[in-house]
């Protein structure tokens, strides 16, 4: 599972999710401009530090784009909340084994350290009005650890 898999579970396993959003399903690379559609667009992986093993602390960033109600200021609290509980709730997430980094035709193990989260907002209309929704968006900085004496 790589690093994009993971966080694509994670966030449809947010036990909240259904308060926000219909379904579970999450859109890769792109979000419907419909109300309570949501995608997670990867932004970039990036080396943080490597060891002298050659093991490497990375971190893949990413965007979570959501097209929520926004017809009533309880509809837009309501998604200015849902954004907040899930910013901590992914910061609090565990360190996790799971992950593998395909390198050529290598297959490296890699491990989950942590996730952390800035910029959750409005983004703009998604119509002439305010009753086609709203688009927020989330960004998501998750760091894991590649394993490895062999790069």
Known sequence: MTIIDFMKEKLTAYPKISEFLAGNDIHID????DPVNYGLSSTGDSLIKENIRGGQTRQHNFVMYAVGQSYTDYNRLANSNFLLELA???ERLPEEDGITVNIGDQEVPARFLKATTA???SMGLMGDTIDKGVMYQIQIYARYFVESEEF
Request: proline share 10%; hydrophobic share 50%.
């Open 119 to 121: 910029n959750a907002m």
């Open 88 to 90: 901590y709730w992914l």
């Open 30 to 33: 792109f979000t419907e401009p």
